[in-house]
């Protein structure tokens, strides 16, 4: 086991990685940007190490500076968490040249995970289903043109690299054709330095589920079932859930095989999420992301496993200690992203907060890095925190939820707290009936 790992990230999800750590007696270095000086993770850990200012390009993004870190500190490993650099397959493989562990995939799986193509091309090799589309990138129209009809219309152009919907354009009739490819790729170049682009087919109101890989070294891989991530705005998410309300036991058995038969081909170490969307009783894979997610925390509740403790023991060589059938998923858990933006107009809310407190009690649990008198950057991600719920039946688990929005209190600036109440409260999240669309076209 490790005795020392450097957290190459911020906020919330540095403080997790720390308290999993202080779980394993691991000592830790947390980097800071200026702006973060302050931060709760920087108090926390054994150890800090400034990296740069503000601006995320000068610090967390800097590889040489935390890699520098990692040497005079003596760290043995860097977790990258989510965001930043924890998909960036040059940091991956800058981390293992210089003798250090990096907690995640092989550079290689990062590297073709992170395309979404070479991503898709794997898995078709692996007989995991796929979205129709285009085998590969497309250069031109007359290519686009070409693909079209075996497609059908309406169709989605997105970028190869990247997520977040950006590089991504949806494409009606052919007219719409030329513009829609041109568009995608300027964006794609301007926010991912890659103006690779390919179609799929535009399925209309799916929703959005995936499933939690945790595979070792040692050829050992499992799954965690599915989360339901299909409450989005614009491409992001904003509430999350374990197990779906609309994926059977027999389901979630025969695509987590899937996804497990995948990896074990692939060679896969880690923890990884297989993202896919499900539309008329059929799952079409999207992308595979190969880092902790956001939305871990449901699926803990519902297993028991501790995903990011679990991600540094396999990380440094040892064996599952669980087997597939140790996994049973019991009761239910939703999360809330609460996030520093108006609830109406979502516009980023930085400031002081001026009152905080966080709601308590059975099944309640919070993952956030803010405090009374805490200053938000405006620099970074809005994300302030997340509330997860946990109890027996669903039903009970939006009770609770509700009851822990109603108690939650950050004053000083805005948030999504307002918005999550109205949710919990809506018939159709009630009975678990939306899609990725429905918050966007049918509730906001």
Not at 151 to 164: N, T
Not at 226 to 244: F, G, N, T, V, Y
Not at 306 to 311: A, C, G, N
Request: hydrophobic share 40%.
């Amino acid at each position: 086991m490790f005795n020392k790992i450097l957290i190459a990230n911020r906020g919330e999800i540095a403080l997790r990685i720390i308290r999993a750590c202080k779980e394993l007696g691991i000592k830790t270095v947390a980097v800071y940007s200026e702006a973060d000086i302050n931060s709760l993770h920087v108090r926390l850990a054994d150890e800090s190490v400034c990296v740069g200012s503000a601006l995320s390009k000068d610090s967390y993004l800097k590889m040489g500076n935390i890699l520098s870190a990692a040497d005079v500190t003596g760290a043995e490993a860097i977790h990258p968490g989510f965001g930043f650099l924890s998909e960036n397959h040059v940091f991956a493989e800058m981390v293992e040249e210089h003798g250090i562990t990096f907690i995640g995939p092989k550079p290689e799986h990062v590297k073709i995970m992170g395309d979404k193509i070479l991503a898709k091309d794997a898995m078709r090799k692996f007989g995991v289903p796929l979205v129709p589309g285009s085998p590969g990138k497309i250069e031109t129209i007359s290519q686009a043109k070409d693909l079209a009809p075996s497609i059908g219309y309406p169709m989605l152009i997105k970028a190869a690299c990247g997520g977040g919907g950006k590089g991504m354009q949806i494409v009606h009739t052919e007219h719409q054709l030329e513009r829609a490819v041109s568009i995608a790729q300027m964006e794609a170049r301007a926010n991912f330095g890659d103006n690779s682009v390919f179609i799929e087919k535009f399925l209309q109101n799916p929703r959005h589920i995936e499933i939690q890989i945790l595979a070792d070294q040692h050829g050992n891989c499992i799954h965690l079932g599915e989360r339901d991530c299909s409450l989005q705005r614009r491409h992001q998410k904003i509430w999350e859930e374990a197990p779906s309300p609309v994926v059977t036991e027999k389901m979630r058995s025969e695509l987590g095989t899937i996804c497990v038969n995948a990896m074990k081909q692939l060679g896969y170490r880690g923890v990884g999420t297989m993202e896919f969307l499900y539309e008329n009783e059929q799952f079409y894979f999207i992308e595979m992301n190969t880092r902790i997610q956001v939305e871990h925390p449901v699926t803990e509740m519902v297993t028991g496993v501790d995903l990011i403790k679990e991600q540094i023991k396999v990380a440094a060589g040892e064996k599952l200690t669980m087997t597939q059938e140790d996994i049973r998923i019991k009761g239910h858990a939703i999360e809330c992203r609460i996030n520093a933006e108006d609830p109406e107009t979502f516009m980023p809310s930085p400031g002081t907060i001026t009152f905080y407190h966080p709601p308590g009690g059975l099944g309640v649990r919070i993952d956030s890095h803010i405090y009374d008198g805490y200053t938000i950057p405006p620099y970074y991600d809005s994300l302030l925190g997340k509330l997860i719920v946990w109890a027996p039946k669903r039903s009970d688990c939006l009770t609770r939820l509700s009851s822990a929005l109603d108690e939650y209190v950050i004053d000083g600036v805005k948030t999504l707290i307002p918005l999550h109440k109205r949710l919990t409260l809506h018939p159709a999240i009630i009975k678990g009936k939306f899609d990725i669309k429905w918050l966007e076209t049918k509730f906001l």
